[in-house]
């Protein structure tokens, strides 16, 4: 199904590039113009100062009232994810809100998130080789073939 709705999306984006009409999709487009990975970087460069006065990671971790311990936040960071540094789905949420829920860790993504971003990846490398044959003037950053869905799965390639 999500397939289906990133190829019918990735079909609206052409025919309105082809219109003349510049717009962007953020799961389909902001890989193509990225070198790294572009998130909110929650508890890394942002924190949440909430009503209460107290710091929380992001919003949702203060309206769920889980709020985080300062050296926490050093847990949230990209280079203490070693899934997320290795991967280069750079269009990826990579929520820690949502990895500490379904993970209980900070820094260890959801294989659904994973997933998710890696089905995105995969339109963009096909939307990546229409706007090329259409707009052949314009350059992108190339994105890579993978033999993976889940960066985890090269996580553990890697550590043998």
Avoid at 146 to 155: A, E, I
């Amino acid at each position: 199904m999500a397939e289906e709705q990133l190829q019918r999306v990735e079909t609206i984006f052409l025919n309105q590039i082809k219109d003349g009409h510049f717009c962007e999709i953020s799961v389909l487009t902001d890989r193509l113009y990225v070198e790294g990975m572009e998130n909110c970087f929650a508890g890394e460069k942002n924190i949440t100062l909430a009503p209460d006065g107290k710091y929380y990671t992001c919003p949702a971790f203060y309206y769920h009232r889980k709020r985080v311990q300062e050296p926490e936040f050093v847990m949230t960071r990209l280079e203490r994810s070693p899934v997320c540094k290795v991967c280069d789905a750079y269009q990826c949420e990579r929520c820690v809100y949502l990895n500490k829920e379904r993970t209980l860790e900070y820094n260890v993504p959801s294989e659904l998130q994973c997933l998710k971003s890696h089905r995105e990846r995969k339109r963009t490398m096909h939307l990546q080789e229409e706007l090329e044959k259409n707009f052949p003037s314009v350059n992108f950053m190339r994105i890579a073939e993978v033999n993976y869905d889940d960066p985890c799965q090269k996580v553990m390639w890697m550590w043998g």
